[in-house]
């Protein structure tokens, strides 16, 4: 029965893996950031600034109209400033806004012929995801792999603790795929909660369900222990290497409170004589604790109120669900000890 | 070819979201033990977690990582609460596959 269950999965998951490798390329070149430059003249100024940077492109990033004396004014391509990203060999973002010369904007009779220049570049954070690098490509991958293997381990094993396993597997692979789009702080919390909390409710309930026949087999062969055996000496190792690597200057600085990164600049103006100067420095947080709790305690406030009322109906429903019943507890009281302890956690 | 391998876009981020979420879809259909069930739904809360993050990224748009946080939170309720029910059916019943819980069915 179970083994037809597997087939039929495997069939399942095959025939949507199919569906979207169909769906893939489309998906990949309907990225609205790929958009190329119109007029061309942009692009040419922005490789004119940046020689080295490896792909220009002009995203719709901002509004598509202004309104000027209460009448709305939609912005065009070929007068108006366009802001345009370039892509540089270390893997950074430049956003680049390219405006029509002064003295070619007065001639609007023929707009094609203006020539632009560069009014000023911001260099935003490191971008994996819109940069090449060979190396991330590879995290990308092994990551990807993990979550979907650990996602196929779900639905395929009989064995249920292996299933939670491959469950914790899956959301590992899928914390490090956040921290690739920049969410380091969910990525932490989808650990905290999904390896750390979830997994000990799911262990613990497969724990009161376990049923003699399908006893979790010990994963204990002679190979596990030395791989067990090799991991934990590679761990210990490291922490004892970083450990004898702290050595703090004195115990004032052992003491005080960790200061914040140099900042580094993210807007560069370029000045009459055609240098570059910095605007604007500012440490890079996106997807930080900072930014997310702003967020979440400015225009989030009420669902993040709401949820806190959530997750107490939720406490309060899983005891009175999970409790014996008082007939139940008084018809065998030892077998329902037990499991009360399980519906508490 | 090479160029869809080497050059991770968001276009991949989507596309694993979408094989994490069908997988998940896949176990609710397939599977009949109400555990693996509620493991298969966690597993397709993350992939639109992964999707709504990938987004956030595209548009440069921070609120959808405070959306991720509270669908996170709504997973938490939802396992605590499904799993008590587990193991109050696995309590009348000695068994949690749900082929065989017929009781509302008429």
Not at chain 1, 16 to 43: F, G, K, N, T
Not at chain 2, 13 to 19: G, R
Not at chain 2, 45 to 51: I, M
Request: hydrophobic share 55%.
């Amino acid at each position: 029965m179970i083994r037809t269950h597997a087939a039929r999965a495997t069939v399942i998951v095959a025939l949507i893996s199919a569906v979207v490798s169909l769906w893939a390329p489309r998906a990949y070149a309907d990225d609205p950031r790929d958009r190329p430059c119109q007029p061309p003249s942009v692009e040419k100024a922005v490789r004119d600034a940046l020689p080295a940077a490896t792909v220009v492109r002009c995203p719709v990033l901002g509004p598509e109209s202004e309104i000027v004396n209460g009448v709305s004014r939609p912005l065009r391509s070929d007068t108006d400033p366009v802001t345009a990203e370039a892509v540089l060999p270390d893997g950074r973002l430049a956003t680049v806004e390219v405006v029509v010369d002064d003295a070619v904007k007065a001639n609007a009779a023929r707009p094609e012929t203006a020539t632009r220049r560069v009014r000023s570049i911001t260099y935003q954070h490191l971008d994996l995801t819109g940069s090449s690098g060979k190396g991330m490509a590879l995290l990308f991958w092994a990551f990807a792999l993990i979550a979907v293997v650990g996602a196929l381990f779900v639905i395929s094993r009989r064995n249920l603790i292996a299933a939670v396993m491959g469950m914790v597997g899956s959301f590992l692979g899928i914390a490090a795929i956040y921290m690739m789009l920049y969410a380091q702080f969910l990525a932490v919390i989808q650990m905290l909660v999904y390896a750390g909390a979830i997994m000990v409710l799911f262990v613990f309930v497969v724990m009161i369900l376990n049923r003699p026949e399908d006893e979790p087999v010990a994963p204990s062969g002679r190979a596990g222990q030395v791989l067990g055996g090799l991991a934990i000496l590679y761990l210990v190792g490291r922490l004892i290497m970083m450990l004898t690597h702290v050595e703090p200057a004195s115990v004032e600085v052992a003491m005080s409170a960790p200061q914040p990164a140099a900042p580094m600049c993210i807007e560069w103006q370029r000045a009459d004589n055609g240098g570059l100067t910095c605007a604007q420095s500012e440490r890079p947080d996106w997807g930080s604790i900072k930014a997310v709790g702003a967020d979440l305690f400015g225009p989030g406030l009420f669902p993040f109120e709401a949820i806190s009322i959530l997750l107490l109906v939720a406490v309060v429903g899983a005891i009175a669900i999970a409790r014996p019943l008082r007939e139940e507890r008084d018809a065998d009281g030892s077998h329902d000890d037990a499991h009360s302890g399980g519906g508490a956690a | 070819m090479s160029e869809v391998v080497w050059n991770i876009g968001y276009g991949h981020f989507l596309v694993l979201a979408a094989v994490l979420f069908l997988i998940g879809v896949a176990g609710v259909l397939v599977r009949r033990n109400a555990l693996i069930m509620l493991m298969a739904v966690e597993l397709m809360l993350n992939a639109a977690n992964v999707t709504l993050l990938t987004f956030s990224r595209m548009w440069g748009d921070l609120s959808a990582h405070t959306f991720a946080l509270i669908v996170i939170a709504v997973a938490a309720a939802e396992a605590s609460v499904g799993l008590a029910i587990v193991v109050a059916v696995f309590r009348g019943r000695r068994n949690v596959e749900v082929d065989r819980l017929t009781t509302l069915r008429h």
